[in-house]
């Protein structure tokens, strides 16, 4: 009986699965219940009874046999399906090239202004964009009703109609960071405050309903308008080289005296037009006031420009709107 035993563990063993069909087959021939395990098992009936025991053993084991050959035929064609080439790849071709982003020239500018003012000894700060109207305007010297609130229109949300609580508003610049930089430390600052602000402006090639700022502000003991006018014209030579042609004029902000705005060249010398790219001062006494630094013993200087402006100049982009598009042609010249 056990020559039986021994030509299905033999055939079994040297049956070959290399497709599915061959599996199919394997199956059908062998565990299905007309198949040859099957069919040794329905003839232990007719076994001498003392040969019965090992007969049962030895079918049992050839049935596991075929079983394991099975499922591992099943994994490993499972397998190669997935990982299989066609025919027609033709593995000889180099890999295709991975396309690598590069970071968005606002980005490019940002890091660049920082690293100046990194150098120049100035920490980073950030502040919230929906911010409230004491923030953004009163504590800066804009007081209610002030017609000077007009230079910024933006984004407002009543809150309530209790006349103590304050609106909310979408940044206009990212001067209300000065004022919690100060009320939440102590004198000497010396920050700049990169950030996300919102106008409620036309859209032109040269202004946008969003854009970002670089505040910076350096308030101490003894700082001058000197310093503030070195620290500026440091700060374009560093961007844009030593011959950059500036001009410094004077201007008007509630929460500086004296205020200025300093210009850069666009373009050639006959058809360029000075472009700003950022306004500044000496903190206004009222503005120390308001967050609890004393006027009579600190001084300070305060600065925030706009990063559009200075990409722009940067890379010679004569459209803002370029910079929202998100056109890969476009970004993908700041490699
Ligand atoms: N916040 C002003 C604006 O958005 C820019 C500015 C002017 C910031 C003078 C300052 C400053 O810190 O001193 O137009």
């Known amino acids: 009986m056990s020559e039986l035993t021994d030509k299905l563990k033999k055939d079994i063993e040297s049956f070959k699965i290399n497709s599915r069909e061959e599996l199919e087959h394997f199956r059908l021939t062998y565990l299905s219940k007309k198949g040859r395990v099957s069919s040794l098992l329905g003839k232990i009936g007719s076994i001498a009874a003392e040969e019965r025991k090992l007969f049962g053993q030895k079918v049992n084991a050839v049935k596991k046999l075929a079983h394991d050959k099975l499922e591992e035929a099943e994994q490993r064609l499972h397998k190669s399906q997935k990982t299989s080439r066609k025919a027609t790849d033709d593995i000889s071709l180099p890999a295709s090239s991975l396309s690598l982003g590069v970071a968005h020239p606002l980005s490019q500018t940002l890091t660049r202004i920082k690293d100046v003012f990194y150098r120049l000894g ?4 950030d502040g919230p964009e929906v911010e409230d109207d004491f923030h953004n305007f009163t504590a800066l010297n804009f007081p209610p009703e002030h017609p000077a609130r007009d230079m910024q229109d933006t984004f407002f949300i009543k809150k309530s109609d209790d006349p103590n609580t304050d609106d909310l508003v979408l940044r206009t610049h990212t001067s209300p960071v000065q004022i919690r930089l100060m ?6 600052f010396r920050s700049i405050m990169p950030g996300r602000v919102y106008r409620n402006e036309s859209i032109t090639a040269k202004s946008y309903c969003l854009f970002h700022q670089v505040e910076g502000l350096y308030v101490d003991k003894n700082v001058s308008l000197a310093e503030l ?10 961007i844009y080289g030593e011959g950059v042609r500036y001009r410094i004029r004077p201007s008007f902000f509630p929460f500086t005296e004296p205020s200025l705005e300093m210009d850069i060249w666009w373009g050639d010398d006959e058809t360029g037009k000075w472009l700003e790219i950022l306004g500044a001062g000496m903190v206004h006494p009222n503005v120390l006031q308001s967050v609890g630094v004393d006027p009579e013993e600190y001084r300070g200087f305060a600065f925030g420009m706009g990063v559009e402006r200075i990409a722009m100049l940067f890379y010679g982009i004569d459209d803002i709107r370029l910079l929202y598009d998100n056109d890969l042609r476009f970004l993908q010249q700041f490699q």
């Open 183 to 188: 009320k939440n430390g102590t004198p000497p």
């Open 229 to 238: 006018k070195d620290t500026l014209i440091m700060f374009v030579e560093m």
């Open 122 to 125: 100035f920490s980073i700060a």
